[in-house]
């Protein structure tokens, strides 16, 4: 049997931002092979360069450093042979199902033929060629935009998580008639790169699953899917697997020093705050008092406490962050200073979450940033442009929004949105 070919290789590929001192590196050296025939998942959590890494495949940006090939070729420009169906479905609602298909043909320089009407027909939608997309249901707009990417033939189909804006029984349906397409040879991609955060939705649709972390974005595992097609979610084995790329994601406490990071201006790595919300976070912690031995598997708490898996990954980087909880090999643990927290009244729940933050670099930077400024105010652009020193504009803007919620959950920080003015929630010796 001939051993399938490499359609693309990454080679030592990298991408960073900005200029001079602000230079970010959004994606530091990966290495990646995709062969004919493969199914290929990228999970990893928000942030850690998957999107960038599909756009530097399909050649709509030039990476900073390494090497793209595409049949052993460089690759340089567009890349013809690659197409992106995106989570939103971009649509032009003046155009017909027919009109916005044959679009990607026009684009392409591709005679229309009847190409377009066979590509709908495939994604099941015939009957609807001259119906607008203010006619359809998110699911089918989202079929329109799978027939608009296969209808040129691409030999590798780049999926930037094209379900997670379907409500869940429609993105289930479009999942399935995927699969259908890809496994029973009815488009002729030769190989899919699926960018998701759902770890269920690439267990149960990909051969391949390429794990990222973030800060910077790079490749921390690569796993192979061994089941056959039709997959059962409620199987020992599925079940198995999804519980491996949990526990791989989740990774496991460090030492404070390697979780906590750095203060921004100071070497080193500063760390992000999660993006959670703090009674989410109580309501994570107090799921875990009634566990036995105060200990859950990661991946049966998404089920019980019916969170996607980035949701859950972010609670729980949350509560490795502050002390609350631990994390070893897929499972989480609660911290006596944790089990305190979940049990304690609202107003001690403050006092405990103020001391914890108190101890976070980007925190103890924030205050001494306040301490040592007029009346111990600053506007927030001034706080912004700081910031966006050690992270891109976007993730800045983040940062900040995570210090002002943090700060003002634990009576540490008040912030007027009429004046933009952030300040310390008492006065404090400079």
Known sequence: MTEPQPILQLKQVS????????????????ELTLKEGEYVALLGPSGCGKSTLLRIIAGLQSATRGEVLYRGEHLRGVNPYTTIVFQTFALFPWLTVLENVNLAL???GIPLENRAVEAIDRVGLDGFESAYPRELSGGMRQKVGFARAIVSEPELLC???????????????????????????????????????NIEEAVFMADRIVVMDKNPGRIVADLTIPLAHPRQRKSTEFQALVDQVYATMAGQTQPEHLEVGTAPGEPGLTRSLPTVVINDLAGLLEALLHEPEFQADIYRLASDLQLNSDQLLSLVEAAELLGFATVKEGDIVLTPLGETFAEASILARKEIFATRIRRLPIFKWI???????????????????????????Q??????????????????????????????????PA
């Not at 094209?162 to 029973?184: C, H, T």
């Not at 920080?413 to 929630?425: C, G, H, K, P, S």
């Open 15 to 30: 991408q960073e931002y900005g200029s001079g001192e602000r230079r970010f590196l959004a994606v530091d050296n990966v």
């Open 106 to 108: 026009q684009a392409k």
């Open 159 to 197: 999926l930037d998580e094209p379900f997670s804006a379907l409500d869940v029984l429609s993105a289930e349906s479009l999942r399935r008639d995927l699969l259908e397409l890809w496994n029973e040879g009815l488009i002729p991609t030769k190989a899919i790169l699926m960018v998701s955060h």
């Open 367 to 393: 205050m001494a940033l306040l301490r040592a400024a007029d009346q111990q105010r600053l506007g927030w652009d001034v706080i912004l442009a700081a910031l966006g020193l050690e992270f891109p504009p």
């Open 395 to 428: 993730e800045a803007e983040r940062q900040l929004d995570l210090i002002v919620d943090w700060g003002r959950y634990a009576e540490l920080l008040v912030y007027d949105d009429d004046t933009a003015i952030l300040q310390l929630e008492a006065p404090q």
